[in-house]
């Protein structure tokens, strides 16, 4: 989706090393979601943000949401082979429905 | 629960022919989408529904693609006739609530030669 802006397209970091993606769009956030998928299967919820400033943490995985709520960050702390696949952030873009935008994805290799 | 289930998983027919693809939502769920993933256009919703009834399809590309949801544990997307560039991943997700996380299937792998 053209509404959000995933950056990179794709990364790959030694494992051990920290890593970042963004998600950036030009309208208000209204609803963050991060999902993680990996080739030939469904996604898998990561987390979610809604207000602005919020940040959530679980295991070695970080989101943040900035204070404007345009845009979204997922930072992985001493990655790890599991953490490869394709990270996917979706949006409620405020359409008074439930309808999510998808970001292009973030491939993420980690190398041993 | 099972999660959301799909099938079939894997999906190839002639161009032409009729597609039925089937999703089965996480029980008690209000609400169920339908996606479609290819590396052009990445993952579009093509229409979500609500307690059963559709309540935006406007991402559904053509009048080939028809969807239902005859009662809360099924439905249904169905794409006649089928042509080359209808191939993907098609995916179905639900939710509890409005705000709550979504729920993806596994996916079909539709390929239409």
């Known amino acids: 989706s053209q509404e959000l802006e995933q950056s990179p397209q794709s990364l790959i970091v030694q494992e051990g090393k920290n890593l970042t993606i963004n998600c950036t769009s030009s309208?208000?956030?209204?609803?963050l979601y991060w999902y993680k998928q990996k080739y030939g299967e469904g996604l898998i919820f990561l987390m979610m943000?809604?207000?602005?400033?919020e940040e959530k943490s679980h295991e070695k995985i970080t989101a943040k949401l900035d204070e404007k709520k345009q845009q979204s960050s997922l930072h992985i702390t001493a990655s790890q082979p599991s953490h490869a696949g394709i990270y996917l952030c979706?949006?409620?873009?405020?359409?008074?429905?439930?309808?999510?935008?998808f970001g292009a994805g973030t491939t993420v290799t980690v190398r041993a | 629960d099972a999660g959301v289930i799909q099938s079939p998983r894997h999906e190839v027919t002639e161009m032409g022919q009729e597609v039925t693809l089937r999703c089965k939502p996480i029980s008690g769920h209000d609400y169920l989408f339908w996606y479609r993933q290819t590396m052009m256009r990445g993952l579009e919703l093509l229409i979500y529904?609500?307690?059963?009834?559709?309540?935006?399809d406007s991402g559904m590309p053509e009048d080939r693609f028809s969807a239902k949801m005859p009662n809360a544990s099924f439905s249904t997307l169905k794409i006649q006739p089928s042509e080359p560039r209808d191939s993907a991943v098609y995916f179905c997700a639900s939710a509890g609530w409005v705000g709550n996380e979504q729920f993806f299937g596994p996916g079909t792998r539709l390929t239409v030669l």
């Open positions: 979706g949006a409620d873009m405020g359409s008074n429905d439930y309808k999510l935008s």
């Open positions: 529904f609500n307690n059963n009834v559709p309540i935006d």
């Open positions: 309208k208000t956030l209204y609803g």
């Open positions: 943000l809604q207000k602005g400033g």
